[in-house]
């Protein structure tokens, strides 16, 4: 029996501009993103809050997913509402609208049934409500988090008492290097470790990710796509196929934290193929499992 | 016994600004980059040209590589001089001065003893000269070429006319999206391998590189390193670790393909340790071994 994992962050309503085309208010936002991708591999508890426009059937396809939905709370008013475009490269999006809406409120409090959860990510929220969550489990295994630039800016010192209290640091490449003052991810790593973290994770996008440890570097890259349609939630779902696996093994090693890092990678490279979370209302474990043979086909220099 | 190898390129005299310091009139160009890093895999035919001005030291330099140099032609003149200067993230640097001197004329004639070398590559020159050593050549095995933006934007019938005689293509990651007209590398490679070479590889800097063959995609991250001093001949480096390693083995296939790349992976790691060809003063072929095996510690997710 797998442990279970327990996520905190945003649900969201999505407008995406890609230069494939666009969709209008679809579901996004990170905690729900993390969720369905870790729901492949393991029980999920999500946490998060929606307004009382949010659709049965948006729940209904969580449920299908088999995600436990007791910590999904509904306030009076919208949904969180985001709207950006991407530039022609992917890399590089501009936020055209953003409507925090009940989000603003969002003081997140976990279901008694929750508490026990052994994995747990905090996405990127404000890193006080981070710690807040923190408080609020009985002895978690393993504590990852994401963040961004704004509270890597504005809010430092909460940010640096939260890592004290997070093994497993997932962010992108120039958050590390905001965070740790150098662009160089072997000197950001050194960094990172020492703030508290015992593994940093840097997101690379399309040139994939590396795992530092305080014993172990690891790099794997993104899995070769001739079909990009719409980055969003790839590191979300990262986190999520990382988070999920982890929670499968049930121990953290090197071998099942590279596993981890390279299912991340799979569940994040099935994502952008389609808008949204389109790809994952099909998807299976077995298709996992055949990406995941092909990325080892991918990588692999030893053998015949 | 290893096949040999043959390359024609550019010699020349480097002054490099990064922002770890400067290096004054150092020996480098293309053809010199990689006729060092080949030279730790399989013997070397060096073609290029050089001024009256250049040093006794350097073709001794060379020769202890064990480098052949009967095809380094010395002209009347200067040797070619680059001065340039990279911004603070390495990946970009501008030309602050460039004197082509000799290399303006240069006129590529193989001696007699060149002509039967299996393995061949045509450093980043103008097309019509690259062609001009094809043609000097007597049925070589397998043949690598590099080029740039400039002949892809101004002599691009001649580069078409030359792909259709090459093997593999070892480009960077925006020359790839300029010949091909787009910047997704799996739909750039599909139409390069139409143009002609049966394999291209695409050297993506601090991210690594792409292999990509008709039936066979490889790709392999590049080693994080705490200490990059100096990009220059980084890719010269790689394309010669790359075709030593082919030649070394004799064979091409998807195993052989595959540890070249990772060979000049290794080779490109140690170039930029330090400014110039300085760190090849003293590396040694167990060197290479030993980072190869580090190669292998920080991709593998299959053992235990």
């Not at 640096?160 to 965070?179: C, F, G, H, K």
């Not at 995941?292 to 220099?301: E, K």
Request: some cysteine.
């Amino acid at each position: 029996m797998s442990d279970k994992v327990c996520v905190v962050g945003s649900v969201a309503f999505d407008s995406i501009e890609t230069p494939e085309g666009r969709a209008d208010d679809v579901l996004g936002g990170a905690s729900t993103y993390f969720s369905v991708a870790a729901s492949f591999f393991a029980p999920v508890n999500m946490v998060g809050i929606v307004g009382s426009d949010f659709p049965e059937q948006e729940k209904d396809f969580l449920a299908s997913r088999g995600i436990n939905l007791d910590g999904l709370v509904e306030a009076e008013g919208e949904t969180f509402r985001w709207h950006g475009r991407y530039h022609e490269n992917m890399n590089v999006r501009d936020t055209l609208d953003l409507k925090l809406n009940v989000f603003e409120h969002f003081a997140p409090e976990l279901p008694q049934s929750y508490r026990d959860s052994e994995f747990v990510f905090l996405a990127n929220i404000q890193p006080s409500l981070q710690a807040r969550v923190l408080e609020q489990l009985v002895g978690p295994k393993f504590v990852g988090a994401d963040t961004m630039d704004h509270w890597i800016e504005e809010s430092r010192d909460e940010l640096l008492a939260l890592l004290a209290n997070v093994d497993l640091l997932s962010i992108n490449d120039s958050e590390a290097a905001l965070l740790s003052g150098t662009g160089n991810m072997v000197g950001a790593a050194k960094r990172v470790l020492e703030m508290g973290p015992d593994h940093l994770v840097v997101k690379r996008g399309e040139y994939g990710a590396l795992q530092f440890s305080s014993d172990d570097v690891f790099a794997v890259p993104a899995f070769p796509l001739e079909t990009v349609i719409d980055p969003t939630g790839a590191g979300d779902t990262f986190a999520g196929g990382l988070f999920g696996s982890l929670a499968e093994a049930g121990e953290i090693n090197k071998k099942s934290l590279r596993r981890a890092v390279v299912y991340g990678s799979v569940v994040a490279s099935f994502t952008v193929e389609r808008f949204g979370m389109e790809r994952f209302k099909s998807l299976t474990r077995d298709d996992i499992e055949r990406r995941y043979g092909a990325f080892m086909a991918l990588t692999d220099f030893h053998g015949d």
